[in-house]
């Protein structure tokens, strides 16, 4: 049974950082492609970033380019997402997806995905 488990989210104040985890387990996080998604109150689930499973190309949100990096460790076999100058915006609850081969033009859409975590919480103060 694949399980995905978010870490790292809290409340920090605009211009700081966070680094969330996502640890995995039933699966190797090098064989899917995985991603991070956001959803604030009464909005629907927006991309952030996602790793290809083929080669490694990182993905980005536009919102969050040259703020967050995603990242992987097999050996801990846990994806991370950085993120850095954060703003009020970010606020969200974020997820981590795990994927399998997802196409360069799918891996932006939540429905490409066939794992999610529980999430984790990221509140950003003004």
Not at 10 to 28: E, I, K, P
Not at 93 to 114: D, K, Q
Request: proline residues 2%; glycine residues 12%.
């Amino acid at each position: 049974q694949v399980q995905l488990v978010e870490s790292g989210g809290g409340l920090v104040q605009a211009g700081g950082s966070l680094r969330l985890s996502c640890a995995a387990s039933g699966r190797t996080i090098t064989s899917y492609t995985m991603g991070w998604f956001r959803q604030a109150p009464g909005t629907g689930r927006e991309f952030v970033a996602a790793i290809s499973r083929s080669d490694d190309r990182t993905y980005y949100a536009d919102s969050v380019g040259g703020r967050f990096t995603i990242s992987r460790d097999s050996a801990e076999n846990t994806v991370y997402l950085q993120m850095n100058s954060l703003k009020p915006d970010d606020t969200a609850l974020y997820y981590c997806a795990s994927g399998g081969t997802v196409a360069t033009l799918m891996i932006r859409l939540p429905g490409a995905y066939n794992y999610w975590g529980q999430g984790t919480q990221v509140t950003v103060s003004s």
